[in-house]
């Protein structure tokens, strides 16, 4: 099949494409490896997801579970009620997220099978200790109402490739590219969230070099997935009721911006902790290469 790929934005030298008939080859060359997002129309054709997650599905089965959302508890049934009513200047409190291997296992299959072009994925290799993703969340669903919109800007923890499918309705992403970090006013401490929180009304008088980043927003619709990669600064907001599922991925395109961050997030006082975390994933690095290039997941 034909690639068929339609521009839908474009700032300064950064345009985002969407593609369809994408063949993993061309999707590693053009974007995994190459570091350029790009939204793939057709990635989640055989999710059972893509037709079964509703507002009203959650509603009837999932209706009287707890979430926390913006540090409030509500049932999840009101938090529906309240998502479908609210307005862009009367938004629904976000993100309501829904952590699926954890708390609801038995959604995993309807999200399978993994996007192929989120593979090989190392966040779930038995050789990669936990503690060395530092629990990052990996497999979540996202429920938001017209004006939620994500709390920061931010790149994925980790530096994972984020992969975010819309289900349902309508949402608005803005993304930067990683050169221009020393735009986005990076927080000490936490380099991967930007202070910069509104990208829509940027408080330039506080970040004034914000001016000289191109940021590029586009709306995802149901059945596309973004792919954001590794480093890449985003935020969302969702423009109707909104049902997404994000996915993180870490395989050899990412790996060496993966242990950078291992190596930033390690106490420097523990320098023989950090120099052993580093001899070990460089090690594993290696292995992982050579066994996923025969096909093999260890
Ligand atoms: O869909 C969204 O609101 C953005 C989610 C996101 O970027 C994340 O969870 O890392
Ligand atoms: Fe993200």
Not at 186 to 200: C, I, L, T
Not at 251 to 262: D, M, P
Request: hydrophobic share 40%; aromatic share 12%; with cysteine.
């Amino acid at each position: 099949m034909a690639v068929q790929s339609i521009e839908m934005a474009r700032a300064g030298d950064i345009v985002v494409e969407k593609k369809y008939g994408l063949s993993y080859r061309e999707f590693a060359r053009q974007h995994l490896f190459a570091n350029c997002p790009v939204v793939l129309g057709d990635a989640c054709a055989d999710w059972p997801a893509k037709d079964k997650f509703t507002p009203e599905f959650f509603r009837t089965h999932y209706g009287d579970r707890q979430v926390i959302v913006e540090g409030k508890p509500y049932r999840l049934g009101d938090y529906i009620d309240l998502m479908l009513v609210a307005t862009e200047d009367n938004p629904a409190p976000y993100p309501c997220k829904l952590q699926i291997d954890r708390d609801y296992p038995e959604l995993v299959p309807d999200v399978l099978p993994r996007l192929r072009y989120a593979l090989p994925d190392r966040t779930h290799s038995r050789l990669l200790p936990g503690r060395l993703l530092n629990s990052a969340d990996t497999l979540e669903i996202f429920l938001g109402s017209p004006g939620g919109q994500f709390p920061y800007v931010h790149y994925d923890y980790m530096c994972l490739h984020a992969y975010i499918t819309q289900i349902y309705g309508q949402k608005e992403f803005t993304v930067i590219p990683p050169s221009q970090t020393p735009y986005v006013y990076p927080k000490p401490g936490d380099a991967w969230v930007s202070e910069v929180n509104d990208v829509r009304h940027p408080d330039l008088e506080r970040f004034p070099l914000f001016a000289q980043a191109t940021p590029v927003t586009f709306v995802v619709g149901p059945g596309e997935t973004l792919f954001i990669p590794c480093g890449w600064w985003h935020t969302a907001r969702s423009l109707t009721p909104t049902i997404s599922v994000a996915l993180d991925a870490l395989n050899a395109s990412n790996w060496k911006q993966y242990r950078q961050e291992v190596r930033t997030m390690m106490d420097p006082r523990k320098k023989l902790k950090t120099v052993a975390a580093q001899t070990y994933l460089a090690a594993l690095g290696a292995v992982l290469d050579v066994t996923e290039r025969v096909g093999l997941s260890l």
